[in-house]
Structures are given as C-alpha cells and as structure tokens.
C-alpha cells in the first residue's frame, strides 16, 4: 500500500530537531485480541501514519510533555488530559475500513479503502493531538475546542503532508458515511454535544481544502446549491486564511510556506 509522506523543509527539519530532544510523541500498542485487531494493528503499523504523526509534532506542534498515542484501547477516540494520552481503539480503524469498503470507495472515488481509512485515522489522530496541544500550550479556545481542533487536523494535512489535501477530502468523506448512515433528524440531545453534526464537519473540511487553493479544487463545492455557491466560495478562501494565520501564532514553524 501506498504511504503518505510528509513534505517538510530543511528549514523546519532542523527546527524539528532543535525541539525534539525529548520525544514529543510516544506509541503505544495494547496487544490485538482478535483477528479484525491483529488486521487494524497490521494496518496502521505498514501505513506510515505514526512517522507523519511524529515529523508534523517535530516541526511543527512540540510538546512540553510527551504526548502518548495508544493503539487498541477500549474507548475513543479520545484525548485524556489527566493521562496526556490519545487512546484509539482498534474498533474504530475497522470501522472506517468498513465504511470505505460499503461506500464503494474504489469504484467511486478510485481510491483503495484501506488508504481512505489510513487518511481517516490520520485526521481522527491530528484532531486528537489538538486537543493534547491547546491543554499542553494553554491556547485560550474562543469557541467550540472540536471545531478548532478539526481545524487544526485539516491545515496539518493541507499544509505539511504530501497529498494531504486529498487525504483531507477521504477524512471529509468518512464524516458524510456516519452521516448518511444515521436518521435523518437528529436527537434533541444531540444539540448540546460539543461536536458539530458531522454533515457540519464534512462542509467544514471541504471548506478548508477549497480555501487553500480555489483553482485545483474548483469542483469541491458542487454540492453547495447554487443559489449561494459563490458567496460560500468566498467564505471558504477568507476562512482558510484566517484560520491558517491563527493556528501559525502557535505552532513551532510561523509561516507555512517555509515549511513545504
Ligand atoms: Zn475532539
């Protein structure tokens, strides 16, 4: 299978290296109970995720405490600030395969489902290590933390990682599966969650990719209607910029075009 690489300057390479006396991240895999864990393990290992993981928090989101990422835990995802540890069960890399296989991934998109769910874990695992950098930074939050974070985890793909803004569109893709596969109204409770719904999610990672380079995804929005297409088109590009600039006041490297 094809791994994703991360595209990192000298510049930030040695930035990285300045920073990364101790190990910023740290992986962890509990043992795989069954044949679908040992597969999810066998998976994510060959996938190169965790090297891409580990160069973007060297050059780009250094931790004052090491972060820990563990595979095959119960719950999750998640990001435990007690533990300063992101736990991601093996269930859910099997179910983003699962999901990429129903959707006729290949066919549709021509693209393999194991690379769409590696692109998927990619995203879930940047998400998850936005919430460990604002709790290890002290970044004040102004808004929804998971919509700032999902921010995080797309700019990290679209600005550093070789290929990231498609591997950005399987991620919004995963969230319009989960999507169609619920109810078509939401639960009253599910209002006050602290996630957006994730149709919410999947314009908002669109949005982002469309706003760092209108000209090559021209045809990304073609599901906004008409009527308000060019106005969102608009928002998109202000919106990438402004959230672009906002997250380099905290990351390691300030200007991303240094960095690519
Ligand atoms: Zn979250």
Redesign the pocket.
Known sequence: MKSLLVSLSLSSLLAGFAVAAQNNISIEYLPAKDKEERSAQQLIANSGVNAILTGLSDAHFAFNQTLTIQYGAEDGP??DPEAHTVYMPYSFVAESLQYFRDNDYQEKFGKEPQLGAIDTILHTLL??AG?AFVADQNIPVLGK??DA?DNFATLMMINYVEGGDDAAISAADMFAFESDNRPDYYDFGEYID??SFDLQRYFSTLCLVYGSDPEKHQNLLEEVEKDYLSERKDFCIDNFDQLDQSWHQYLSSKKPENAK
């Open positions: 998640m990001y998400h998850e919430h933390e998971e974070v602290e996630h």
